[in-house]
């Protein structure tokens, strides 16, 4: 019986066309963001073990990949008290960790206020289903050195004209903050000491709605004056309009004395950004019950939502307190992080057509020399040339050429081996 030739479940191989465009696309982005004025680095595939489960991750932490360390014996496998005690090293499982270790690094190499883009594979083991992979690739935009909250604004418009230049239609970016989430908690009668636990059910919202929430939280057994608050506040009637993103209607979609200097700081962030995008239409809302699971986000956070996906696209905040765990003193550092793989589904940027792709078809007798030389000199030219020895059935060569990308193409024959006897061809569409 054959083995099976498939890549690992939730990792994949890509043709040639799709790797195109995956690569077109990574290139809008890229070029977005570097318009907005960020600067690109890379950092390891792996980085140390103890930091990659150091608290930082959420429940990312239990999906990572470990790296067993070189050398083990059959001692040291019978007295490991944890898989973890076998590995040295981890794939990472986001770029957000791998970010706060380089900045710890690089600090006395960087700007005060440092602008980056990431955008690399991660890796986690998940369960494989449509739109989550165990390989897949993140693009990041980081600014840290920024307390104020002009680095929420620069992340937010930066991605929203990435998503502009892409073309992809009737996104809404979500925003909210930690800090009001908390205090709408605590106005409800939620005791501090539960507010995470609490904000992991109502972070279901979507999926269970009110009374799936509800419902929850009573099985988990959390005390009923709260939870019945928290009740009669989710199913109040809902407005008829989607509200501007002003301070009124933030103030309006949560429980009365929530700490008042955050809806004037979100409510400044929905003004600059929507006063940014001028013309080009609002974009985003405020979401009162926008959770973000990893609990080291501090401040503002916000998620893309696209009306044809029942997942998001992307999403981010603030996260003052990480780097601080690497530096032995608190950065403010806040990013927004694009999920490629679902993204890139959504846009249609076409194929390319540079019109400098050419291909020569040439006979059987034709001296492989001739045909190096051929294509030396067409390369110094700028244009990029593939080789092809002319089939029986030339014009199923010549689609699949079409398909890839190539403009035109030429006939070598031993007899035509300068530059100047070549005849080009378009390769119709």
């Known amino acids: 019986m054959a083995s099976t030739v498939n890549p690992p479940r939730g990792m994949r191989d890509f043709l040639p066309?799709?790797?195109?465009?995956?690569?077109?696309v990574l290139g809008v982005i890229r070029g977005?963001?570097?318009?907005?004025?960020?600067?690109?680095?890379?950092?390891?595939?792996?980085?140390?073990?103890?930091?990659?489960h150091a608290g930082l991750g959420g429940d990312n932490e239990k999906l990572a990949f470990a790296v067993m360390k070189r050398g083990l014996t059959a001692e040291k496998l019978q007295a490991a008290s944890d898989a973890l005690d076998l590995a040295d090293l981890?794939?990472?499982?986001?770029?957000?960790?791998?970010?706060?270790?380089?900045?710890?690094?690089?600090?006395a190499e960087l700007p005060k206020v440092f602008r980056s883009i990431q955008m690399a594979p991660v890796w986690r083991a998940e369960r494989p289903q449509k739109g989550r992979y165990r390989q897949f690739v993140q693009c990041d935009i980081d600014i840290m050195g920024e307390a104020g909250p002009s680095a929420e604004i620069e992340l937010i418009t930066a991605t929203a004209a990435t998503l502009d230049a892409l073309g992809v239609q009737g996104c809404t970016i979500r925003v909210n903050d930690r800090r009001l989430l908390t205090s709408s908690l605590s106005i409800l009668g939620f005791p501090a000491k539960?507010?995470?636990?609490?904000?992991?059910?109502?972070?279901?919202?979507?999926?269970?709605?009110?009374?799936?929430?509800?419902?929850?939280?009573?099985?988990?057994?959390?005390?009923?004056?709260?939870?019945?608050?928290?009740?009669?506040?989710?199913r109040r009637p809902a407005p008829d309009t989607r509200p501007q993103f002003s301070a009124d209607a933030?103030?309006?979609?949560?429980?009365?004395?929530?700490?008042?200097?955050?809806?004037?700081?979100?409510?400044?962030?929905?003004?600059?950004?929507?006063?940014?995008?001028?013309?080009?239409?609002?974009?985003?809302?405020?979401?009162?019950?926008?959770?973000?699971?990893?609990?080291?986000?501090?401040g503002a956070i916000f998620e893309v939502a696209h009306p044809a996906l029942?997942?998001?696209?992307?999403?981010?905040?603030?996260?003052d307190g990480m780097i601080g765990r690497f530096l032995g003193s608190d950065v403010p550092a806040v990013g927004f992080s694009l999920g490629f793989e679902r993204?890139?589904?959504?846009?249609?940027?076409?194929?390319?057509?540079?019109?400098?792709?050419?291909?020569?078809?040439?006979?059987?007798?034709?001296?492989?020399?001739?045909?190096?030389?051929l294509q030396?000199?067409?390369?110094?030219d700028g244009k990029r040339v593939r080789l092809e020895a002319r089939p029986k059935k030339l014009p199923q060569l010549l689609d699949q050429l079409r398909d890839a990308g190539f403009t035109s193409f030429a006939t070598v024959r031993a007899e035509n081996v300068s530059i100047d006897s070549l005849e080009f061809k378009p390769l119709g569409g």
């Open 17 to 24: 066309a799709e790797k195109a465009q995956r690569e077109r």
């Open 32 to 52: 977005s963001y570097r318009a907005h004025g960020f600067d690109e680095i890379e950092t390891p595939v792996m980085e140390d073990s103890s930091r990659l």
């Open 90 to 107: 981890g794939m990472r499982f986001d770029l957000t960790v791998p970010l706060a270790r380089f900045y710890a690094t690089h600090r």
């Open 194 to 234: 539960e507010h995470e636990a609490v904000l992991i059910t109502v972070d279901k919202l979507d999926k269970l709605g009110a009374d799936g929430v509800i419902a929850e939280l009573r099985e988990r057994a959390f005390p009923d004056t709260p939870v019945a608050a928290l009740a009669e506040f989710l």
């Open 250 to 298: 933030i103030r309006a979609a949560l429980p009365a004395g929530v700490t008042e200097e955050v809806i004037l700081e979100l409510a400044a962030i929905g003004h600059a950004v929507e006063a940014g995008r001028g013309d080009s239409g609002s974009l985003i809302e405020f979401d009162p019950w926008l959770v973000r699971g990893m609990g080291y986000y501090t």
């Open 310 to 319: 029942g997942y998001s696209l992307g999403g981010g905040g603030r996260y």
């Open 343 to 373: 993204l890139v589904d959504l846009v249609e940027l076409g194929a390319a057509t540079d019109d400098d792709q050419v291909a020569l078809v040439y006979d059987a007798d034709v001296e492989a020399a001739t045909l190096v030389r």
């Open 376 to 380: 030396a000199a067409l390369i110094k």
